[in-house]
């Protein structure tokens, strides 16, 4: 079993107003090539928990893994690259630049990354755009195409540098059920095509009934 990303008793609190403890011992791991969902409550620690996994929160106790390397205690310049070269996200809104083009908002991680030439990642991003099925959009200005492109055009941003793990914080919460439906097909034949890992956070239930694992998460546990 090769886990792309582990956990090993992780809790936080939060200090202010008064000291809550909002994550509570989590362990648990994502194998390659799994597609699985986190579902609880509002308010039960779920995108708190997220943000530990993205390493973009650093303030907590216990260890993280990322591709069976502890990720937790390094540097931010260091966090920053692991994230951008391991972890792609797609968010409940797309943050696309709406003055760039479709494939110019989809080069940015890998010019961040700057492993590349500018000629390399323009080729992979059109081939990301290629395989979402919306190539024909590249040279649009984000701002003029429609809300379930846009989400299509984020999942090929978060594709861009070919990340282990593809992390989802409600990426169909903004959308009606055919785009909903889009975005659940393309994570799908990620996974099987591409052997992509999938985690992603949703209140969506017909959603999340058809990934490979739920994990359920209640007052900053996880259940079972």
């Given at each position: 079993m090769?886990?792309v990303l582990?956990t090993?008793n992780?809790?936080?609190?939060f200090h202010k107003?008064k000291?809550?403890h ?12 799994e ?5 609880g ?8 928990l997220l943000?530990i996994?993205?390493?973009m ?7 993280l893994?990322l591709?069976?390397e502890?990720?937790?205690g390094?540097p931010h310049?260091?966090l920053?690259?692991i994230?951008?070269?391991n ?6 809104f797309h943050?696309l ?10 080069m940015?991680p890998a010019?961040?990354l700057?492993?590349k030439?500018h000629?390399e990642?323009e080729?992979d991003?059109?081939e ?5 099925h919306?190539?024909n959009l590249a040279?649009q200005r984000?701002?003029?195409i429609?809300?379930?492109?846009k ?10 540098n070919n990340?282990?793990i593809l992390?989802?914080?409600e ?10 439906e ?12 591409e052997?992509l890992s999938?985690l992603?956070v ?7 009934n058809r ?6 998460m209640?007052d900053?546990?996880i259940l079972?």
């Amino acid at each position: 079993m090769n886990l792309v990303l582990e956990t090993k008793n992780i809790n936080k609190h939060f200090h202010k107003p008064k000291d809550f403890h909002v994550l509570k011992d989590i362990s648990f791991g994502i194998e390659e090539g799994e597609f699985a969902s986190i579902m609880g409550k509002s308010g039960s620690g779920k995108s708190t928990l997220l943000y530990i996994l993205s390493t973009m929160d650093t303030d907590y106790t216990g260890e993280l893994y990322l591709n069976n390397e502890l990720v937790t205690g390094k540097p931010h310049q260091e966090l920053s690259r692991i994230r951008n070269k391991n972890i792609g996200f797609v968010f409940q809104f797309h943050y696309l630049l709406s003055e760039f083009s479709v494939l110019e908002n989809v080069m940015l991680p890998a010019k961040k990354l700057a492993e590349k030439s500018h000629e390399e990642i323009e080729h992979d991003g059109m081939e990301k755009l290629r395989m979402l099925h919306i190539d024909n959009l590249a040279k649009q200005r984000a701002s003029r195409i429609s809300g379930g492109e846009k989400q299509r055009v984020a999942i090929a941003r978060a594709l861009i540098n070919n990340p282990t793990i593809l992390m989802g914080d409600e990426p169909t919460g903004n959308l009606d059920s055919h785009n909903s439906e889009n975005v659940f097909s393309i994570f799908k034949r990620l996974k099987e095509e591409e052997g992509l890992s999938l985690l992603v956070v949703t209140h969506d239930e017909d959603f999340a009934n058809r990934t490979d694992r739920i994990i359920e998460m209640e007052d900053g546990r996880i259940l079972g």
